[in-house]
């Protein structure tokens, strides 16, 4: 079964400051994809990137940037010169196709509450 | 283009009403969602729909909650008879291509249910 763990709970951080917010997941599957979603606190879910298991190249997109490495079966998330708007609830999501290759889930982490503070 | 939205916004009910919760996903995508949120428990598929198919329903916590979608355009998660344990934020989420996992899904604005 397919298994995402967010251990960081809360961060809280002043502003400017880089933030790294961990994921790792747990997968049998060799071809999976990964997903990072924020939950700002006006409640909804913003997708912010996907990543699928063939590609490790990290990924930059402005202040945000996402480190893939499969060897440690992790997908951080680093926020550069974080920002007060930057507070939200933080999902590392995993995909995998289940056996017949037509159905699948995506399974959330807990989140992580990040908290910058001016 | 309009995102997935969701009808109510906010919900307060008593134990023992029948509650229903109203998506409309995002046109042209295959795939829809519910979801649970809760504190305790964190974010929980309920059941989702391919080409407007129920294929998995095993989140559904009890025969209380079920789920339709009609056509391709409309979705209902219904309680019935609601508690006071069913209080949370519930999501409807679309995807563009059914059955595909690479896809991201969008997520609906929510709607949260107090059941008291």
């Known amino acids: 079964a397919q298994k995402v763990t967010q251990a960081q709970t809360e961060i809280s951080v002043v502003e400017k400051e880089d933030v790294t917010l961990d994921c790792v997941y747990e997968t049998r599957d060799t071809t999976y994809y990964l997903f990072w979603y924020k939950q700002p606190p006006s409640g909804e879910l913003v997708f912010l990137i996907r990543r699928n298991s063939f590609d490790e190249q990290n990924e930059i997109s402005g202040r945000y940037s996402w480190n893939f490495q499969k060897s440690t079966s992790s997908f951080n998330f680093t926020i550069t010169a974080s920002q007060v708007v930057d507070s939200a609830v933080y999902f590392c999501a995993l995909s995998e196709v289940e056996s017949g290759g037509s159905n699948y889930k995506l399974t959330f982490g807990k989140g992580t509450l990040l908290t910058v503070n001016p | 283009d309009a995102g997935v939205i969701q009808s109510p916004r906010h919900e307060v009910t008593e134990m023992g009403q029948e509650v229903t919760l109203r998506c409309k996903p995002i046109?042209?995508?295959?795939?829809l969602f519910w979801y649970r949120q809760t504190m305790m428990r964190g974010l929980e598929l309920l059941i989702y729909?391919?080409?407007?198919?129920?294929?998995?329903d095993s989140g559904m916590p009890e025969d209380r909650f079920s789920a339709k979608m009609p056509n391709a355009s409309f979705s209902t998660l219904k309680i019935q008879p609601s508690e006071p344990r069913d209080s949370a934020v519930y999501f409807c989420?679309?995807?563009?291509?059914?059955?595909?996992?690479?896809?991201?899904?969008?997520f609906g604005p929510g709607t949260r249910l107090t059941v008291t």
């Open positions: 729909f391919n080409n407007n198919v129920p294929i998995d």
């Open positions: 989420a679309s995807s563009p291509r059914a059955g595909k996992a690479s896809y991201e899904q969008y």
């Open positions: 046109s042209g995508h295959n795939s």
